[in-house]
């Protein structure tokens, strides 16, 4: 019997009742879109994915094939090949000789097929439907997953094709058009997602789902609940100090989880003293501050966007590109290089965009503290003296 291993801290897994509802609904209905899973960065997408396939598609029912692509670098059409159909090194060389059967993680083709894959004398999309056809002969229903698929933007096939584009077609014939098998996008990136909607023509065959941070209860009840919840026994938390968790973090899954670890070499008699809890949370607030002044590098018009942004989440959460319009009337941008900016700044997660409502908002509570207190250096007068631009 395998000895089961015990960490003194494991991962929380909370509530999460409505989404799974949503996925177990519908997982048991006949395949007719994509799914897209979207949210902040570290909002729990993932982690969601696992539970959800433990819960409700592990049986024998399913035939499951999980793409993370965090997990591989695909950099052009023979990565993918690779990544997608991989040798199963789980068997002998003597038996893979044998055999002469690969592994499409679930799929098992011969050397020949996959070489041909590799020549570009076969079309991978042909190889994966035929592969799917015959696990619902054996009734089996297929599941497609794929985790950050943004990893595979801007490959083509044969130099020409998007491989994306090619992708989204397939799975828009596997689901809406043959019923064949269900597939699951999730990416943190909304501007992607974005993108791959409205240049794929998925209008009507995909639908959107998010997965945002947790809630004020469910983070507050993790906090009051450590010993079960994360196997937490070092310490409790005083209902103030959860507070100020909430506060500052907000329901920032990993940075609670980061700082639940942090604090447990300060715990006297069950309990932290207030000083390091804020200790810890000013640090993780320091690094955030860190990074909006790496990024404006004391340039007038990133400085002044800043500013701008902050003003605007000091009353609501989530805001919109007319929002900013002051920078582009005082000439700061154009409504180009606004864009721009703004992308870029999703793309190295200080903002995560939502693909549904075209909204932004900042990437967590800590985040907004960290903005703050970057704006909090740079008086008005201070930017007044900032030349347009300082190259460095």
Request: glycine share 2%; aromatic share 14%; net charge neutral.
């Amino acid at each position: 019997m395998t000895k089961k291993i015990e960490y003194p801290r494991k991962s929380a897994f909370i509530n999460r009742t409505e989404e799974l509802n949503f996925l177990s609904d519908w997982i048991h209905e006949e395949p007719n879109e994509i799914l897209f899973l979207y949210g902040p960065k570290s909002s729990g997408k993932t982690t969601l994915l696992m539970k959800f396939i433990e819960l409700h598609v592990n049986g024998k029912d399913f035939n499951i094939k999980h793409f993370n692509l965090r997990k591989v670098l695909i950099a052009n059409y023979t990565d993918f090949i690779q990544a997608f159909f991989e040798v199963d090194y789980s068997k002998s060389p003597q038996d893979i000789k044998q055999r002469s059967e690969y592994s499409l993680k679930v799929f098992k083709l011969s050397k020949e097929i996959k070489k041909s894959l590799e020549n570009k004398i076969l079309d991978p999309f042909v190889v994966m439907e035929n592969e799917l056809n015959k696990f619902v002969k054996k009734g089996k229903r297929p599941v497609i997953i794929i985790d950050e698929l943004q990893a595979m933007e801007n490959i083509y096939m044969n130099g020409q094709r998007e491989l994306l584009n090619e992708l989204f077609n397939f799975w828009v014939a596997i689901t809406k058009e043959s019923h064949l098998c269900h597939v699951i996008i999730a990416s943190s990136d909304g501007y992607f997602m974005k993108r791959i909607y409205e240049d794929s023509k998925l209008t009507k065959t995909s639908i959107f789902f998010a997965v945002d941070y947790l809630n004020e209860k469910d983070t507050k009840n993790w906090l009051r609940h450590l010993n079960t919840e994360s196997n937490i026994k070092q310490y409790t938390l005083s209902n103030s100090q959860i507070d100020l968790i909430w506060k500052y973090l907000g329901g920032s899954i990993w940075e609670i989880s980061y700082l639940l670890k942090a604090l447990k070499k300060y715990a006297l008699k069950k309990s932290i003293p207030n000083e390091y809890l804020m200790e810890k949370i000013s640090d993780l607030i320091t690094v955030n501050y860190g990074k909006f002044q790496h990024y404006a590098l004391y340039k007038k018009d990133k400085v002044l966007l800043f500013k701008e942004i902050y003003d605007i989440c000091i009353h609501k959460p989530h805001f919109d590109f007319v929002d900013l319009k002051s920078l582009i009337i005082d000439k700061i941008y154009n409504n180009i290089t606004l864009l721009e900016e703004l992308i870029t700044l999703v793309k190295m997660n200080y903002l995560a965009f939502n693909p549904v409502d075209s909204s932004y908002q900042l990437q967590g509570s800590s985040m907004f503290y960290g903005l703050e207190k970057f704006t909090e250096n740079f008086t008005e007068d201070f930017v007044k003296l900032m030349p347009e631009n300082v190259e460095t």
